[in-house]
Every structure is written in C-alpha cells, then in structure tokens.
C-alpha cells in the first residue's frame, strides 16, 4: 500500500521512492512520520499522478481515512499518533538545509520564498522538497479555484533546469537494492517525472480555465518526453528533453514570463506582490492594488485549504 | 544474443502478521491500476503482489507486519498465473499491453518504475473460480520477519 502513503504524498516533500531521507516530514499536520510507509490521511496528494488523477484518487481516499489526523495505511481506523507512527518535531537536524526550509514552509508560511530558496540549493534532495512543495501548494490555489497563473513562477523555475540531469548524492537513496545501477537510474527518471507533472499541473488548470496560453502545450510535451524512455533509461528522456527544449521554451520563453508578471503585479493584492517581489532583484517599490481585482487571486493563493 | 534471466521459485510478501490479503478472482482489474494502487484502500483485485527480494517484503511488512512467502510452482498448480518481473516490464511500455493496456502513458511508466524498484512479481488468481480463501492460506506461509538489528549483524 505504499502508493496510498505519506511517502508518496506531495505534503511530505522529504522523499521521492528511493531518494530522500527514511523518514518523512507531514507539512500538513507537521509531524516527522517515522515510518511514512505506514501512515496516510485524506489529504494524500499523490506524487506519481498529475493533478487531475490525484485530485480522483484523493476523493476515493477520503471516503477512507480522515482529513484531520494521520491513520494507519492498512488500519483507516486506527490513529497513527496512538501507535507511535507520528512525532512532534523537537529541533533536530538542524543543520539540514532542505529540513530547515520544509519547516520554516510548514510553520511560518513561508510560502514561494521557500520554494525560491530550495531552488537556489544543489542536489537532488532540495529539488525534490522544491517541486512536492510546489505541487501541493498549486494543489491548495487550484481546489479553491485560484487562478492558473498561481504557479507562473514554479512553472518558469522548472523550465530553466527541466533537461539538467539529477544529481544524487551516495546518502540520498535507501532502502534495500539488488543494483545500484538501477534504483539510481529509477531514482533519476522519478525526478524527471516529477519536473514534468509540476508543469503538466499548471498547463491542465489553464486549460481548463480556457486560457489560450501557450502553456497548455506542456501537457503533451510532457507525455512525449516521458514515452522517449523507460525508467530504467533516464538518459532518453532527458535526450528528447534536450532535444525539444525549443518548443519548450517557446511555450513559456522569457519574454512571455516577464509579461504575464507584470500583468499580475497589476492584478495582485500587495501582499501577493511583496511576497513575489522580495524575489525579483530591483523590484521593491510596492504596487497599488484594485481591491475589486483581488478577491479571487487573494483566495487562491491562500496557503493552506482550510475548509 | 538475450539475455536470460532466471525465474525465481520463490516469492515473498508483506502483508499483515495475521494473513495475507486475499484477492477477488472475478475482480478484472488491470495491471497498471493494481500496481499503482489505483482506487484507494480496498480496491478489488485479482491480483497479489510479490517480490523476489526478500528485503523489499520486509519493507512492506512494516513494523507490525510479516513476511510471507509463497513457492510459484505451488501457486500455479493452485491455479495461479505467475506473471514475472520480466514480462511485467515487457507488458509496461508505451500505453501498455495486454492486461496492462491504458490510457495513460505515464501512469505506464510509473508502474514499471514500481517494478523494478520492488521486484514484483504478480499471482493473477482470476482462473480459482472458487475457495480463494483456502487456496491464499495454502499457498502463502509465514516467515518471520528478521529485526534491522539481526539484519545489519549479517
């Protein structure tokens, strides 16, 4: 039942199969999951299905386990805390970079700066807290019917580095392997497929915002590069990335990029803008907002999907 | 020349100390979506998951599961179809073949990434038309499940 776990759930950004630490981090519930195998909760987005699959999957799921506590996968009743399955964070590993920002993301509502700032660590581990970061937080604008635009700048971040290989370190795979060739090479493609259903997240809700953007063709860029090669063959997919990168680019070039920001630094509330322009070099002078523009753009950038 | 790979005899399971889950033979459920885990807890499937690697049974047994393990001629003269971590990966390509047939392309991927990880093997059980119960509990012995301590020691 791993596919149904917090290993596999976006809100714990901490692991992707067999990359990452052993241990998971929920920045839903923010609890360090010991054993994320083992536990789950309603609010499972899942990180091996683009959104419109995992929005399904997680209406199935709630019919299971509760949205407001972590069960056990294989016992939806029993309550994960009670079996020892979930802890309290208590300040360690604090000198884990891709750690401090998760939990700086998960208590202080830290937001896109947090994204920007794994975006700026190297190595595999802070890319993938970066794009499960990403996901669930475009997953929480989208549900409250945000605008597609929400993950402009994740979209245009992921673009930049979409054909660079991952880069592993030796601690960051676990688990047991029969070869280390192959479970680095799937480990390789996971993050490739990840890379690819953050930008196939943003052009389905443009899509289906009947937006006419040049974005939407990611959707199907994206299943062309993901059908080059199989998992155990990275390097195809990262060739027919490379080699397609024009149309790529093209979707979303920089010319693009910097217009649609500038139209929604017109349209964003002033919190919005502070946030986005604290990223933004030379950009500190704030915007006056149209109060009667906001509403739906402050709703759908709100953190976290209270309901 | 191609390669041969070597077919294992036998296959393990993580699954609950008390029994292994038992499948629906009438289930007709696809490949993709069984591995995927496609329609949350309880989904029907006529399928049961396997490894040929222990530890990666031991990693689904969790802390207060157990490790099952099951010899595939016995499976299959019980009826099962043993379907192999091979042709697993020969049915997973494109939109899928066979059994495996889907609409999504990456979804196809990601259950072949499932599969090398893990080393699953599958026991389609559609063919045991009746007493599931008992042939599941006959096929699939328990094993105990070694502590990490007693693991790393070897």
Not at chain 2, 122 to 150: C, H, M, P, Y
Request: with cysteine; aromatic share 8%.
């Amino acid at each position: 039942m791993r596919p149904l776990s917090c290993v596999n759930c976006c809100h714990n950004p901490l692991q992707l199969g067999r990359a990452g630490t052993d241990f998971g981090y929920c920045t839903r519930h923010l609890v360090v999951l010991p054993r994320p195998e083992s536990t789950t909760c309603g609010q499972l987005f899942r990180k091996d299905l683009s959104r419109s699959s995992a929005v399904e999957e997680r209406a199935l799921h709630q019919h299971h386990y509760r949205c407001d506590r972590i069960s056990q996968v294989v016992s939806p009743k029993v309550d994960a805390a009670k079996v020892g399955l979930v802890e309290k964070t208590n300040g360690f590993f604090e000198r884990d970079v891709v750690l401090e920002e998760v939990l700086s993301y998960a208590q202080y509502d830290t937001n896109i700066s947090t994204m920007a700032a794994l975006r700026r660590v190297e190595g595999a581990r802070a890319e993938i807290a970066m794009l499960s970061l990403s996901r669930g937080y475009l997953a929480n604008c989208y549900d409250q019917q945000g605008p597609w635009w929400a993950g402009l700048h994740l979209a245009f971040w992921t673009l930049q580095r979409l054909d660079t290989e991952p880069v592993f370190a030796a601690s960051e795979l676990h688990g047991p392997m029969r070869s280390v060739a192959e479970t680095t090479a799937v480990a390789k493609w996971r993050v490739l497929a990840f890379r690819l259903y953050l930008l196939v997240d943003v052009s389905d809700e443009a899509r289906s915002q009947s937006s006419r953007d040049p974005i939407t063709r990611f959707t199907a860029l994206a299943d062309e590069a993901l059908s080059a090669g199989s998992p155990t063959r990275p390097e195809k997919v990262l060739a027919k990335l490379r080699s397609s990168r024009t149309r790529w680019m093209k979707a979303l070039s920089k010319e693009h990029y910097a217009r649609l920001r500038n139209k929604i630094r017109r349209l964003a509330s002033p919190k919005i803008v502070q946030d986005w322009q604290g990223l933004v070099p030379g950009r500190e002078k704030s915007v006056s907002a149209k109060p009667e523009l906001l509403t739906s753009v402050q709703r759908g950038l709100t953190r976290r999907g209270e309901k | 020349m191609s390669r041969r790979f070597k077919v294992p005899t036998t296959l393990y399971r993580g699954d609950s100390s008390e029994a292994v889950s038992v499948p629906n033979p009438h289930a007709k459920a696809n490949i993709v979506a069984h591995i995927l885990y496609l329609g949350s807890y309880g989904r029907e499937t006529q399928y049961t998951s396997t490894s040929e690697n222990e530890e990666d049974a031991e990693h689904f047994a969790g802390g207060g599961g157990a490790v099952w393990r099951a010899l595939v001629a016995e499976a299959t003269r019980a009826g099962a179809i043993h379907l192999s971590k091979q042709q697993l990966l020969g049915m997973l390509k494109g939109f899928g073949m066979g059994r495996a047939k889907w609409t999504n392309r990456a979804q196809v991927q990601e259950a072949h990434a499932n599969v090398v990880e893990w080393n699953e093997h599958l026991f389609d059980w559609e063919n045991v038309t009746s007493g599931i119960d008992q042939v599941i509990a006959g096929v699939f012995s328990k094993r105990s499940k070694l502590s990490k301590g007693s693991r790393r020691k070897q």
